[in-house]
């Protein structure tokens, strides 16, 4: 497959816009069509084919066209050599974990997390495939160092965490993950790799819900994996072929899309979020935010350190209860209470004081709090909604 000339010494905006895009050599048509096939037509002696190959021409579970697109992409905008594009965040996530643990192997994880890497690596892979798990604070890095074990064969963090925006040392977590020749991985769905790039600091793998900011649109779902050509190649034999979690084509076209603007939508994510952080800050309703962004942050110096912009999502909770929090949710104008982030669109989420995972988040959240993805409206109406519904919740 021919490639446009588009390499790493391009910015990042050229290769948002033009990596795995190329004229379409049957029409001419300078954007690359949505290959809809499940087959490809077979060699005149098939008979030699390896049917679980995924170098392409056999069958989409084992690799299309446009999920090949994309994957070009994301290699691109990640500086990994190879990806691998899947149905969802999470079917990345597990082909991390499936593919690289077996019995007896043992993994030490972000106790702050996705909710679905919490099940896989909490409580699915110990209980069912005798996999051994440590859930740790991995923002604090003598936690992370003292949960080694000699069969420690995975490290996977999250930063920032969802939903607490918890931020962990990706280069430190790096040289200990190398000194006992483990596997490295990062989800850095939060981010997105305009603001940070976990495999320039050293990890191994670098996972992305593409449903998220990648795609940006709220309407399609997928999931990658960045990383070495020798471990992509294996995540693709396993998750993909032997286990099914491809892409669609039309959602891969979708993502493709989509993430031609992420550099400009990531730029406007950060700058308004910033904003509305420090006005929710300087309103005496709110008990605290937590935005990497913000000087105040725990994790800000770090965040400051190995991003290029702190995101779009923060966390913040308000000085009343539990119904209150609902109340203001109510209030909303503009903002959409709904699961999910990365959207054009802004969306709350109110995590209460009965939340599972309560305990494992720090002390101030555990009274309940606000998971906030600033969308790319206009700032002050976003900053007027959420003043308005704090007036409501809290009348004089
Ligand atoms: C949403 C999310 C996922 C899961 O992605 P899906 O596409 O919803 O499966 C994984 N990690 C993080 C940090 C997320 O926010």
């Known amino acids: 497959m021919s490639r ?7 910015g990042i905006k050229t290769r948002a816009v033009h990596s795995g895009n190329e004229v379409d050599k049957e029409t001419g ?16 002696d098939p008979s030699d084919l390896n049917w679980s190959s995924s170098e392409g021409g056999i069958y989409t579970r084992n690799g299309g066209a446009n999920q090949r697109y994309l994957e070009q992409k994301l290699t691109d905008l990640e500086s990994g ?11 990345a996530l597990s082909a991390v974990f499936f593919t690289f643990l077996k019995s007896g192997d043992h993994a030490v994880f972000s106790d ?11 409580e699915l892979l110990p209980s069912k495939y005798g996999i051994e798990t440590s859930m740790v604070d991995t923002s604090r890095i003598d936690e ?4 080694i074990r000699p069969n420690t064969r995975l490290i996977h963090i999250e930063t920032p ?8 040392d990706i280069k430190e977590i790096a040289e200990i993950s190398k000194s006992i020749g483990s596997i490295f991985s990062v989800d850095n769905t939060f981010a997105s790799p305009c603001n940070q790039r976990p495999l320039e600091l050293g990890a191994n793998l670098c996972v992305e819900s593409l449903t998220k900011y990648i795609n940006g649109h709220g309407d399609a779902m997928g999931g990658a994996v960045i990383g070495n050509s020798n471990l992509i190649k294996r995540i693709r034999q396993e998750a993909m072929v032997n286990q099914g979690a491809t892409a669609s084509p039309f959602n891969a076209w979708l993502i493709m899309r989509g993430s031609v603007t992420l550099p400009l939508r990531m730029r406007q994510h950060n700058e308004s979020a910033l904003e509305i952080a420090k006005f929710l800050e300087s309103r005496k309703e709110v008990r605290f935010v937590d935005y990497p962004g913000l000087e105040s942050h725990s994790g800000h110096e770090i965040a400051a350190r190995q991003m290029q912009g702190f995101g779009g999502v923060m966390a913040f909770g308000l000085e009343a209860s539990n119904d209150a929090h609902n109340r203001f949710v109510s209030f909303l104008r503009v903002i959409t209470s709904a699961v999910s982030l990365g959207h054009d669109e802004s969306l709350i989420v109110f995590l209460g004081e009965n939340d599972e995972r309560r305990d494992l988040y720090p002390e101030h959240f555990r009274k309940g709090f606000f998971r906030f993805s600033v969308g790319l409206e206009d700032a002050f109406d976003l900053i007027k909604d959420i003043s308005q519904a704090l007036d409501k919740t809290f009348p004089r």
Do not use: Q, W
Request: charged residues 15%; glycine residues 4%.
């Open 4 to 10: 446009k000339l588009i390499d790493g010494s391009f």
């Open 29 to 44: 048509a300078i954007r690359r069509p949505i290959t809809m096939a499940n087959s490809y037509a077979l060699p005149y």
């Open 81 to 91: 050599e190879d990806c691998v594009v899947l149905a969802s965040g999470v079917s």
């Open 112 to 122: 702050n997390t996705y909710i679905a890497a919490y099940r896989l690596l909490h």
């Open 144 to 147: 992370v160092r003292s949960a």
């Open 161 to 168: 965490a969802n939903p607490t925006l918890k931020i962990s």
